[in-house]
Structure formats: C-alpha cells, structure tokens
C-alpha cells in the first residue's frame, strides 16, 4: 500500500549531522491513515537490525537508548515525508538506515520484524 525511498545519507566526521529523509508514495488513504507508525532502523554487516526511533500517529516519539539525546524523528504529512535529524553522530552510528512503516497497531521498535513496508535504505559513515 505505500513505498518508502530513504535519502540523505553520507559521510561524516564525528560530532557532525546529518538529516535522513525519507519519502512516501501509494495510496493517499494508506498514507495519511493506514499505518499506525514510522520508523528508522540500522543494520551494521554481521549484526542485527537496530531500532533507531518511532513516530506513531499521534505524534508520540521513542528512541533507542543509544540515540536518545542526539536524534530526533519528525514528519510532514504535507510532503509525505519522515524525517531521522542526526547530530553529534559517533562512529558507532555508522551503519545502513532504513525507513519502515508498520499498519499494525502494534508499533514495536524492538520488533522490526511487525513492519511490513521497507525502503532500500541509506548509507551513513562516521569516521573518528
């Protein structure tokens, strides 16, 4: 019902920022009102994929202990578009990030697996 394209990756040194979007296209309806929350994931090579932070309909946020403090979720329900600001990134949040939409309900950060819409995902390096 709706397809995610993720943007705005790249490298960094550490302390810098970084602002990923990601935009959404499909049905209007699924759009604005089918999917219950968004998401950001990463996934480092050999390790599991990492819930970064969620957006629900209401507007409530979560965020990974890891990032919380540093990064901030928001959309804009006029451009249909999620947004993941990064800031004082550490080499540690170097990884591939994804943009998920879950219609669920259920809107489990710790369960990537319950979100069934994916972008491609974007690439974020962060040297020392």
């Known amino acids: 019902q709706v397809q995610l394209a993720e943007s705005g990756g790249g490298s960094v040194q550490s302390g810098g920022s970084l602002r990923l979007s990601c935009a959404a296209s499909?049905?209007?309806?699924?759009?604005?009102?089918?999917?219950?929350?968004m998401a950001w994931f990463r996934q480092v090579p050999g390790k599991e994929r990492e819930g970064v932070a969620l957006?629900?309909?209401?507007?409530?946020?979560r965020y990974a202990d890891s990032v919380k403090g540093r990064f901030t979720i928001s959309q804009d329900n006029a451009k249909n578009t999620l947004y993941l600001q990064m800031n004082s990134l550490k080499p540690e949040d170097t990884a591939m990030y994804y943009c998920?939409?879950?219609?669920?309900?259920?809107?489990?950060?710790?369960?990537?697996?319950?979100?069934?819409?994916w972008g491609q995902g974007t690439r974020v390096t962060v040297s020392s």
């Open positions: 998920a939409a879950d219609p669920s309900g259920n809107c489990f950060l710790e369960r990537p697996s319950s979100f069934p819409y």
């Open positions: 957006i629900d309909k209401g507007g409530s946020t």
């Open positions: 499909g049905h209007t309806y699924a759009i604005y009102y089918a999917m219950d929350c």
